[in-house]
């Protein structure tokens, strides 16, 4: 029987391009997921090179490499300096970081990652993890889980989704917050607005915003100068925090400039357009479609 594919690595050959990978330099990919980008990574570092690959999901473990130069860390990227001290890296010439969920997650129905199957209300990345969808859908308040949908899903009708949540509660699968929210979602929009919903829970669950955060501004601390920062984002949350951080070297995007005017920013910004997949990439693997590719390159050399 055919091994379902654990994940396909979004704009692969151009992530790894903008990393300018050194033979013998330090790498961190903070989602190893399936391991394609550390793979490509590891192709192209000589004997003297390094590569770390960190994983909240401890069922990447089976994807680790075998590699003496490889080292599989298991744990949430928002450590990422935490780790790399306890591995004895000081620092490092590259981070990559591709923020999408990976076919795992969704092929593995009892995650409840996706309302294409009924299952237990999970969603949590790290399963050692405490708090879970359903702990979020039958214990936060009317008000509080309106903003989650508002915030984090773009949901308009936030304040009467969450409504019909709490008035449909308890709940404890998929099948049933779908069955609650159905009513008041148009037919034609039903699917996109679900994928909204579910995107929501699984960031609130998560926490991702704020670990991306932190990852962001960590990237500062162990970079080496004219080390790459490259990062891969899947919707305009994620996105919008990227793009200010290497614009600016903060998450609010706030310029902060000199005595002659000049933006202080201790990046630079490698590709000032965004990349995302062509159409023949989207056609291999239609999940990359909403991905969008940024590099960022350490100039200045105050850690």
């Given at each position: 029987?055919?091994?379902?594919?654990?994940?396909?690595?979004?704009?692969?050959?151009?992530s790894?391009q903008?990393?300018a990978?050194?033979?013998?330099?330090?790498?961190?990919?903070?989602?190893?997921?399936?391991?394609?980008?550390?793979?490509?990574?590891?192709?192209?570092?000589?004997p003297?090179?390094?590569?770390?690959?960190?994983?909240?999901?401890?069922?990447?473990?089976?994807?680790?490499?075998?590699?003496?130069?490889?080292?599989?860390?298991?744990?949430?990227?928002?450590?990422?300096k935490?780790?790399?001290?306890?591995?004895g890296?000081?620092?490092?010439?590259?981070?990559?970081?591709?923020?999408?969920?990976?076919?795992?997650?969704?092929?593995?129905?009892?995650?409840?990652?996706?309302?294409?199957?009924?299952?237990?209300?999970?969603?949590?990345?790290?399963?050692?993890?405490?708090?879970?969808?359903?702990?979020?859908?039958?214990?936060?308040?009317?008000?509080?889980?309106?903003?989650?949908?508002?915030?984090y899903?773009?949901l308009?009708?936030?304040?009467?989704?969450?409504?019909?949540?709490?008035?449909?509660?308890?709940?404890?699968?998929?099948?049933?917050?779908?069955?609650?929210?159905?009513?008041?979602?148009?037919?034609?929009?039903?699917k996109?607005?679900?994928?909204?919903?579910?995107?929501?829970?699984?960031?609130?669950?998560?926490?991702e915003?704020?670990?991306l955060?932190?990852?962001?501004?960590?990237?500062?601390?162990?970079?080496?100068?004219?080390?790459?920062l490259?990062?891969?984002?899947?919707?305009?949350?994620?996105?919008?925090?990227?793009?200010?951080?290497?614009?600016?070297?903060?998450?609010?995007?706030?310029?902060?400039?000199?005595?002659?005017?000049?933006?202080?920013?201790?990046?630079?910004?490698?590709?000032?357009?965004?990349?995302?997949?062509?159409?023949?990439?989207?056609?291999?693997?239609?999940?990359?479609?909403?991905?969008?590719?940024?590099?960022?390159?350490?100039?200045?050399?105050?850690?």
């Amino acid at each position: 029987m055919e091994q379902p594919v654990y994940h396909i690595p979004a704009l692969l050959a151009e992530s790894i391009q903008g990393l300018a990978i050194k033979p013998d330099g330090i790498y961190v990919d903070v989602t190893f997921g399936g391991g394609g980008h550390s793979r490509a990574i590891l192709e192209r570092l000589g004997p003297d090179g390094r590569l770390v690959g960190m994983d909240q999901d401890m069922d990447a473990i089976v994807n680790r490499l075998p590699d003496a130069r490889f080292t599989f860390a298991h744990g949430n990227f928002a450590y990422l300096k935490n780790f790399l001290r306890y591995y004895g890296i000081e620092g490092v010439d590259g981070i990559l970081a591709d923020l999408g969920v990976s076919f795992h997650h969704f092929d593995s129905v009892d995650r409840g990652f996706t309302f294409r199957a009924d299952a237990p209300l999970d969603m949590r990345m790290n399963r050692n993890a405490s708090f879970s969808a359903r702990d979020l859908l039958n214990t936060y308040s009317e008000e509080r889980l309106a903003d989650v949908l508002y915030l984090y899903g773009e949901l308009r009708q936030s304040r009467r989704l969450a409504a019909a949540i709490v008035k449909s509660r308890p709940l404890s699968t998929t099948g049933e917050l779908v069955n609650a929210v159905r009513p008041l979602l148009k037919a034609s929009q039903e699917k996109k607005e679900l994928s909204m919903v579910f995107q929501a829970l699984r960031i609130e669950v998560n926490g991702e915003l704020d670990a991306l955060r932190k990852l962001l501004c960590q990237s500062l601390e162990v970079l080496n100068p004219g080390g790459r920062l490259a990062v891969i984002t899947y919707h305009s949350l994620e996105d919008r925090l990227v793009k200010n951080f290497m614009r600016t070297g903060n998450v609010e995007g706030k310029q902060e400039k000199d005595f002659y005017g000049r933006v202080n920013c201790p990046l630079r910004v490698v590709n000032n357009k965004v990349i995302a997949p062509d159409a023949a990439e989207v056609e291999r693997n239609p999940r990359s479609r909403s991905a969008k590719l940024r590099v960022a390159e350490l100039v200045s050399t105050d850690k």
